[in-house]
């Protein structure tokens, strides 16, 4: 018999994904705060406050977990019904009626013990899904440049980067979107690389070039067309 690839065999040590719900908002918070203590810089992480958890564990909003041995190691947040003043539709301009449709991805976490196993990239392309699944026609998140183990599971997952805005009360973040109605078809053959400092993305953006992908250090920006 075919013997078991090595990451089918690191996949199996973790549960499926799980909705999370009310009852488990001790092991979130407790994730949220040892994954907080771990950063060497804190400011990638938005420190949220119980209660946004709390929120998020309740109908529209959806958190997923990934439990190992029982206990909870990974979970990504999926917002619905944002409303306009945390909504990140607002920074790309769209009227009331699109920002009604987006499913936010408002945040992940993956314990330090468990880094590098695709938990996070699970979590990202799962939410895509239930965003799929509940006729969103936009999923919007935001990553700090520097947070590259982020932005580059959304950029894989058919995301891209599309402007980088100071949020959170003054901390730079890349803003990251996908149009399922219309989605941007990047030009990879006039793509170049930017390094991920703000002045040079800023300048990219400008140009109308958005990010698709990890390349070096950097960032692969590329021009676009949108589907009609
Ligand atoms: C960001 C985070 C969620 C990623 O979780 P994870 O489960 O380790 O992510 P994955 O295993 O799915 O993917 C990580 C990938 O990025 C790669 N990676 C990690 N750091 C990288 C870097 N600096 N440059 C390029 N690639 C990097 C890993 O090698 C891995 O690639 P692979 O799939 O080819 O092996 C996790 O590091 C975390 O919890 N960080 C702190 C909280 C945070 O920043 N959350 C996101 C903002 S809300």
Request: charged share 20%; hydrophobic share 50%; aromatic share 6%.
């Amino acid at each position: 018999m075919k013997g078991r690839r090595p990451e089918s065999a690191v996949a199996a040590q973790f549960q499926d994904i799980r909705l999370l719900d009310p009852a488990d908002l001790d092991a979130v918070l407790a994730l949220q705060k040892r994954v907080r203590e771990s950063l060497p810089d804190p400011s990638l992480l938005a420190d949220d406050p119980p209660e946004f958890f709390a929120r998020h564990l309740s109908r529209p909003n959806l958190i997923g977990g990934i439990e190992r041995q029982g206990r909870l190691v990974a979970f990504g947040v999926l917002a619905f019904a944002v409303p306009a003043a945390q909504n990140f539709g607002t920074h790309l301009a769209f009227a009331p009626p699109r920002l009604a449709t987006v499913g936010q991805l408002d945040g992940a976490v993956v314990d330090p013990d468990f880094r590098s196993a695709g938990l996070h990239a699970r979590l990202v392309r799962w939410r895509i899904g239930e965003a799929i699944a509940r006729q969103c026609r936009d999923v919007l998140s935001t990553a700090a440049p520097l947070n590259v183990a982020s932005w580059r599971n959304m950029v894989r997952y058919g995301m891209h980067a599309v402007a980088l805005r100071t949020l959170f009360g003054g901390l730079q973040r890349l803003l990251l979107h996908r149009d399922f109605l219309h989605p941007r078809v990047p030009d990879r053959a006039a793509a170049r690389i930017c390094p991920l400092e703000a002045e040079a993305l800023t300048a990219e953006f400008a140009q109308g070039r958005i990010g698709v992908a990890v390349a070096g250090r950097g960032m692969l920006m590329a021009p676009f067309v949108k589907e009609s």
